[in-house]
């Protein structure tokens, strides 16, 4: 008994909740992010969704939300909530935007996430049934949405996981949490992936036939992705036939990047509310992590030219902002790596305009130690002397917030 007494005297001890912490309050309202935004605005009659008899208020929503169709990714592999309604057949289409995602399984409710640019990411569920839109906030999301794959803060997920022709999933043959550092050999199980490129090892638009468990059964084959979805399922019921490959890199690389926003936010808030705490050398130590990902330098490689099908990738780079000499972070390469200019454009997004100070003090600090060449590690050897200036020159043209020392010199030959 003492035993047990003491154990759980040491888990009250180490177990932080942070979400109730006052300074986080992430279930408190009002949240303010795209998704509470336009729930205010529909409760206002300001805007009214309309409801189509086969996909619901799904197209009205994405509009008013701002999130191209151009943008779909569809999965197939029974991982989330809604997991008895999915399958190769019917399968779930995703759709996202700087801060929003939005899923939706044919025959569902609408599932989405939104980045509060203080409060975090937050989820939210939007009835399919014909009347009045009932956006609500559940709080079962974050038995999936919150834990280590999330790095410990509430936020999106992307899993590749072996899925079989019914749409069950064989974590014990492949199972990956995904981002833009993992080899595209790892990628994409229990999604479909269209585009063009020349045959490449992934494991998208494949079901895995278990024989007796083996996991030799389930080895990369390399293939070319088809053009479009036409022909699998019944596309039609969809707003859109593909899953663009395009859309998926663009995908994996942000959906970390929403959650380490959250957590370089948190982390330095959390320090700086505690009397001990020291949220300048928090935010110093987060800050190395943040900007390798920031600036795409563990990229897994790309297998030679790669297009989408979708009209995601014209979208997308058309969205700037450019500088003076019509350059963007959004401009794709897609050929060596994914960006051209690789700096994320979510250091555009609000939650990166939000971070406490310390924290994006510590983040320009270490930006401009990598961009101007004073770290010299080999990692950075990938951002040529011509990444390197122009990406601070497109960043002196197109953030505000940009400090001095960014525009004093430009970076020196690593
Ligand atoms: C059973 C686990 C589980 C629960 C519970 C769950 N999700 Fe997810 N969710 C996932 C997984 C896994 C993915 C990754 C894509 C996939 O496999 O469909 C995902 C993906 C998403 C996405 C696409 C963005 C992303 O994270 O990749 C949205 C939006 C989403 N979920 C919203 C919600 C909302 C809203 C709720 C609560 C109403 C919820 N989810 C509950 C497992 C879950």
Redesign the pocket.
């Known amino acids: 008994m003492l035993f047990v007494a003491s154990a759980a005297a040491q888990l009250r001890d180490t177990f932080f909740d942070a979400l109730s912490h006052p300074t986080i309050r992430y279930f408190t309202p009002p949240a303010d992010d795209p998704v509470s935004r336009l729930d205010r605005r529909i409760a206002a009659g300001e805007v009214a969704l309309t409801f189509d008899p086969r996909t619901g208020y799904l197209p009205s929503l994405l509009k008013a939300l701002q999130v191209p169709v151009e943008s779909q990714m569809v ?1 197939f ?1 029974k ?3 809604q ?1 008895p309604r ?1 399958s190769p057949d019917n399968p ?1 289409a ?1 759709f ?1 935007n700087d801060s929003v ?3 939706w399984p044919r025959g569902g409710f609408v ?3 939104a980045q509060d640019a203080r409060q975090g990411v937050a ?3 939007l009835d399919q049934q014909n009347g009045t839109p009932h956006i609500t906030r ?1 709080s ?6 919150h834990s280590y794959a999330t790095l410990g803060v509430p ?5 590749s ?1 072996a899925t079989g022709p019914d749409g069950k999933t064989m974590p014990w043959l492949g199972n990956y949490t995904s981002d833009h550092t993992s080899p595209l050999d790892e990628r994409w199980a ?1 999604w479909y992936v269209t585009g063009k490129a020349a045959s490449f090892k992934h494991l998208g638009n494949t079901f895995v036939t278990a024989s007796g468990g083996d996991p030799d059964s389930v080895a990369t084959r390399a293939f070319p992705p088809p053009e479009s979805l036409a022909g699998r399922f019944d596309t039609s019921a969809y707003p859109s036939p593909y899953s663009d490959i395009v859309a998926l890199l663009v ?1 994996d690389h942000q ?1 970390r990047m929403m959650n380490m926003l959250t957590r370089a936010s948190w982390d330095v808030r959390l320090a700086a509310s505690s009397p001990d705490g020291d949220a300048a050398r928090v935010a110093r130590k987060d800050a190395e992590k943040f900007v390798d990902y920031l600036l795409i330098v563990d990229e897994a490689a790309l297998p030679g030219r790669i297009q989408g099908t979708s009209g995601f990738t014209e979208q997308f780079a058309a969205r700037g902002p450019e500088d003076r000499r019509g350059r963007s972070l959004r401009e794709f390469d897609l050929e060596r790596r994914l960006m051209r200019y690789p700096c994320s454009y979510m250091i555009y997004s609000e939650a990166f305009d939000a971070l406490p100070s310390p924290a994006k003090d510590a983040i320009y600090r270490r930006l401009w130690e990598v961009l101007s060449g004073a770290d010299r590690n080999d990692r950075y050897q990938r951002l040529s002397l011509a990444d390197r200036q122009a990406i601070v020159e497109i960043l002196r043209d197109t953030k505000a917030d940009l400090p001095d020392y960014f525009r004093s010199i430009g970076p020196s030959r690593p």
């Not at 079962?140 to 949405?145: A, E, F, L, P």
């Not at 936020?155 to 899993?159: A, I, S």
């Open positions: 999965v592999s991982t989330s909530l997991s999915i779930r995703i996202f995602v939005v899923a599932e989405m996430v989820f939210y569920m559940p079962v999301c974050m038995s999936c949405h936020g999106p997920l992307v899993r996981v229990g995908f959906m």
